[in-house]
Structure formats: structure tokens, C-alpha cells
């Protein structure tokens, strides 16, 4: 078993920046790729960054170049920092990992979700 608990949100005029954090728990193997992804008001839950066990990152359009994601392997734990924020932006950001325990292969774990707000 594995938990995942995002912390870090708030709400943030545009412009501003927030960082989030997800530490993984529990009787944790190995953890390959960890990210992020977002739910905004009224939309579909989408991409946002991941990050492999080497360090290579992906980012989406939407996000490329203002946010940053990074790992600290010692901790299992993922950070997504965001500047530049913007009002699309805001959404409910969901942490995964991909994740194996003792005695199964890796499983996709997902964390309950941090509340990201921008506004005037």
C-alpha cells in the first residue's frame, strides 16, 4: 500500500508563485516516474508535468516554461513550482507516481488532490 499527500496549495493573485510538494509513503520498492496533473472547474482532468527516476521531465504547453518539477529520491517526494500563474491555472492539481511495493509490480497511485487558486 501507498499514500500520496499533496500539500502546498493556496490561492495567489496572477502572477504570483506557488510550490507544491507530494511526499509517497508506505512499503515503497522503487518509484519510477512521479507528476502532476490538474482539474480545472468544469473540465477534463489534464497533463501537467512528469518527472522520470533519471530526472528527465516532460511539461505541457500550457505550463512550459513558468512551471518546474523536481524530485528529492531520499524524501519520495515531487515538487511542482509554479510562477507566472495565471487565472487558467487554477484547478485541483493531483499528484501520481508510479509506484511498486514489496511483492507487486509498479501500480499508478494518485494523491487526493491540493486546491490551486488564481485570481484578482
Known amino acids: 500500500q501507498v499514500q500520496l499527500v499533496e500539500s502546498g496549495g493556496g490561492s495567489v493573485q496572477p502572477g504570483g508563485s506557488l510550490t507544491l510538494s507530494c511526499a509517497a509513503s508506505g512499503s515503497i520498492r522503487s518509484i519510477n516516474t512521479m507528476g502532476w496533473h490538474r482539474r480545472a472547474p468544469g473540465k477534463q482532468r489534464e497533463f501537467v508535468a512528469h518527472?522520470?527516476?533519471?530526472?528527465?521531465?516532460n511539461y505541457s504547453r500550457s505550463v512550459k516554461g513558468r512551471f518546474t518539477i523536481s524530485r528529492d529520491n531520499a524524501k519520495n517526494t515531487v515538487y511542482l513550482q509554479m510562477n507566472s500563474l495565471k487565472p487558467e491555472d487554477t484547478a485541483v492539481y493531483y499528484c501520481?507516481?508510479?509506484?511498486?511495493?514489496?511483492?507487486?509490480?509498479?501500480?499508478?497511485?494518485w494523491g487526493r488532490g491540493t486546491q490551486v487558486t488564481v485570481s484578482s
Open positions: 501520481n507516481g508510479d509506484i511498486s511495493v514489496w511483492g507487486t509490480s509498479m501500480y499508478d497511485y
Open positions: 518527472i522520470r527516476s533519471d530526472g528527465g521531465t
